[in-house]
């Protein structure tokens, strides 16, 4: 009898989370990128419940403390994963609570560190063309992967956006593109002449040969299906083998270095916030460290009397 309420208790367990998981796909139109890491993080939790004789609708306060030690001093988590994984169960304590599944988020009770503040990484302009230069033009998937690259640089979208990008979505009229950014909202990004060179070349050729399925969506894999967020991860790790760069690459990379040019270039902070689609003007201004640290070093380098010549002292 009491394993027959346990594997209930599973159930019931499974069920909410599953809930949850189809709340946030469906509802809060979160990536699957996304829902993983979620998903990844409560399972965590609950393994830890499961430890410790905890039971998932009746923690207290100080339940929630051991565990914010246990990641601490036993996993040994970075400030930035613990903060992550306490908004995951944040989020999914506030929907039980919406729910009726328990009586109050337990966790909004607690706080979780201070994270290391970290600049945004980026990559210099002659980096990114090395990129570029590393795709085989011959190739339909050469062509798919020099235009994932041109289209992340000038126009600043998420990876999950770009994903979703259909042909249908592109006004080559006027070089822009309806993007569904998050929690449904649109809106429309330009791009340049180099990005159309390549968007053209890839219509007439490679997503003709790609697009055995009639597939709607712009990037397809290799089967003619639509590329996912882990395979564009993947082809730019094997594109930059093919060049010298010795930096760890990624999609949120790219878009940094689209931030992080136009402002270097004098462009106002608000565009750039509306570019990427940033709710928050806080969000962007993590940018503008970046070009302060640029503008010193350029103001070290070239102004005369930036600093004392050796020779002089």
């Known amino acids: 009898m009491e394993r027959e309420n346990e594997n209930k208790e ?16 469906f509802q809060k139109n979160y990536s699957l990128y996304t829902v993983e890491n979620y998903q990844q993080d409560i399972l965590e939790f609950f393994s830890y419940l499961e430890r410790e004789g905890l039971h998932y609708k009746k923690l207290v ?19 930035s994963s613990i903060d992550r994984k306490l908004s995951s169960l944040r989020g999914f304590y506030q929907f039980l609570a919406n729910e009726g599944v328990v009586s109050s988020n337990v ?34 998937l050469g062509q798919r992967n020099r235009l994932i690259l041109e289209m992340l640089y000038a126009t600043g979208v998420r990876v999950g956006e770009l994903v979703s990008i259909k042909v249908s979505d592109i006004n080559q009229g006027s070089r822009t593109i309806l993007i569904l950014g998050k929690g449904n909202k ?24 790609l697009n055995t399925k009639n597939s709607p969506y712009l990037f397809l894999n290799h089967h003619g299906e639509k590329l996912t967020e882990r395979g564009v991860r993947y082809l730019l790790e094997e594109v930059i083998k093919h060049t010298s760069i010795q930096k760890n690459i990624s999609p949120h990379m790219i878009r940094h270095s689209f931030a992080t040019h136009l402002l270097n ?5 608000m565009t750039v916030q509306k570019l990427l689609g940033h709710e928050s003007i806080k969000a962007t201004q993590v940018y503008t460290h970046v070009t302060t640290d640029r503008l010193r070093d350029v103001y070290r380098s070239s102004f005369p009397r930036a600093k004392i ?4 002292k």
């Open 186 to 209: 649109e809106r429309i990004v330009p791009y340049g002449e180099y990005c159309e060179e390549i968007l053209n070349l890839y219509l007439k050729e490679g997503y003709l040969s």
């Open 309 to 312: 010549e050796s020779d002089n």
């Open 107 to 140: 966790f909004r009770l607690l706080s979780g560190p201070k994270k290391e503040k970290k600049l945004p990484r980026y990559f210099e302009y002659n980096e990114l063309e090395a990129l570029f230069e590393a795709c085989d033009l011959s190739s339909p």
């Open 61 to 79: 306060y100080s339940d929630l403390r051991f565990f914010l030690m246990y990641l601490k001093e036993e996993k040994k988590d970075k400030n």
């Open 10 to 25: 599973g159930d019931i367990v499974k069920q909410d989370l599953e809930h949850y998981l189809d709340y946030l796909k």
């Open 265 to 269: 270039q004098g462009c106002d902070l």
